[in-house]
């Protein structure tokens, strides 16, 4: 319940906080898509789940995502192996733009830092 202060009730249209409050409903459901989708176990282990997304941000060439998948799979237990086998069909399904990717993402399993877009 609230008290009826601003601060408690929705933005008026055309006021800039119904955007950013929109935007912030979009990221909050997002993260919690990924974490049921992506970073819960189930019939795949969410290692290769994670490892799943990174082979697809390589794809997509969103390099920040890719670091950020990269390294929850790390934080899932996957092994080097996995990445790297994983990051091989990047680079076999993407010919020479998808090497170059998947060693990007190599690069960032491996420690490289860069900002990123999605936080898993």
Known sequence: MT???ADDRPAPPGDGRAAVESTTRVARHLK???????FTEGVLPARIKALAAALWSVSA???PCMEAYIRKAQELGATAQEAEEMLAVASAMGGC???TWANKALAAANGSQSDECCEP
């Open 61 to 63: 060439r969103c390099e």
């Open 97 to 99: 733009v998808g090497e």
């Open 3 to 5: 008290n009826g202060t």
């Open 32 to 38: 919690v898509i990924r974490q049921e989708a992506i």
